[in-house]
């Protein structure tokens, strides 16, 4: 650090300020970037939590930096909140010296710039169109000018070489990179973890990123957490289909904010598989984790747990049907009162689950959902029949 009793009393080495709509393209990439390299930063994804004091916890991030990165684009002109971080930082390295402002510009040019802020026009600015790379190698400069920068660079150039191999398919080299190189197994995973949370990186390239981070088991709870609520359809593909491919077991409240995303694939999700894998490697949940599918918008992902759960076959199958009686799709329907036959026919029916079966099976034929003469309903009112003559036989 350029001052030593600076970097010493500030909890981080910079602020980043950014307007929302600049997350996934700008602000993420850049953040998981610098992190990567070893740098403490203050980003609002780090570091606030559910139920932080908002104005209060930015207040303690821009005072506690030792410089503050501005990106610099229309929106962030278009929005007072990130005004105000510009200005408070303005404030505050007005009367500390060591303080810097880095402004990147994102696009912008400096008559752009001019208008909206005539102090920073003038001043040098980094240029997001130099790439992700360069952007933060020239922020480490500033951050760290009269220290050692040699580690921090080392783990740029770490995030390099780990985008190479990831680009060529070299996956088993990424191994032999951290061994050979002798880098800390957290610094790969950090490039990793930057290049996977990069919107600006195609699919393939997350995929493979993603592919090796759960074979390290690198990402955190909260990642998770963060990943399962806030991704794209196509994203949430992908995370499933190297999920299948693994042996990585998700918690129970990780599946089922999962299963309560509205954002799932619509059509043959293979979601309901992958959980049936869960269950089976021993992740302490039963067929009851489907549930909050129950309400989900797409019929075809409601069909997907209702043949997961016959599949599971446990001991809390039957009570978990009842949520998805409901469903007016006839094939779901159908394999639910199957289902209830053939348990009843091998005599695995329970007396407390009769009444259940029989309640599912009410629903089916009063809810005018079946239609009337067809195979589902007569086979439906038999099983009724056959259930409610045995329940009251006792």
Wanted: hydrophobic content about 45%; proline content about 3%.
């Amino acid at each position: 650090m350029a001052d030593s009793t600076i970097a010493t009393s500030r909890q981080w080495d910079l602020f980043l300020s950014y307007a929302s709509e600049d997350r996934e393209e700008v602000a993420d990439p850049l953040a998981h970037a610098l992190s990567a390299a070893g740098l403490k930063v203050w980003y609002d994804q780090f570091a606030l939590r559910p139920g932080d004091k908002l104005r209060r916890s930015i207040e303690q991030g821009l005072r506690e930096s030792y410089c503050g990165v501005v990106i610099l684009s229309p929106n962030f002109f278009a929005k007072e909140w990130p005004q105000l971080e510009l200005d408070a930082l303005f404030e505050l390295s007005t009367f500390e010296a060591g303080r810097k402002i880095i402004p990147i510009w994102y696009r912008l040019n400096a008559r752009d710039v001019a208008k909206h802020a005539l102090m920073l026009s003038d001043r040098l600015a980094l240029r997001w169109e130099q790439g992700l790379t360069n952007v933060a190698k020239q922020i480490l400069v500033v951050v760290q000018e009269s220290g050692d920068t040699s580690n921090d660079l080392l783990s740029i150039k770490a995030l390099a070489h780990v985008q190479q191999l990831l680009e060529q398919d070299k996956l088993a080299e990424i191994d032999a990179y951290h061994q050979v190189e002798q880098h800390p197994i957290d610094t790969v995973c950090s490039a990793l973890r930057s290049v996977f949370f990069s919107s600006t990186q195609a699919l393939v390239m997350r995929r493979r990123a993603l592919q090796k981070m759960v074979e390290y088991d690198s990402l955190t709870s909260v990642e998770w957490d963060r990943l399962v609520v806030d991704s794209s359809t196509e994203l949430i593909g992908m995370v499933m289909e190297v999920l299948a491919a693994s042996t990585m077991v998700l918690k129970a409240e990780q599946v089922r904010l999962l299963l309560d995303n509205p954002k799932l694939p619509r059509s043959a999700t293979g979601l309901g598989s992958l959980i049936v894998r869960f269950i089976r490697r021993g992740a302490g949940y039963t067929s009851s984790i489907f549930l909050p599918a129950r309400d989900h918008p797409a019929w075809a992902v409601k069909y997907d747990c209702v043949r997961s759960i016959i599949k599971l076959d446990d001991q809390d199958s039957i009570a978990t049907l009842v949520s998805f009686a409901n469903m007016s799709y006839w094939k779901a329907r159908r394999n639910i009162i199957d289902y209830i036959d053939q348990r009843h026919s091998t005599g695995r029916l329970a007396e407390a689950e009769r009444q259940v079966a029989a309640q599912i099976l009410k629903q089916i034929l009063t809810d005018g959902k079946t239609t009337e003469k067809t195979p589902t309903r007569s086979k439906a009112r038999k099983l009724l029949a056959k259930i409610e003559n045995q329940v009251a036989a006792g």
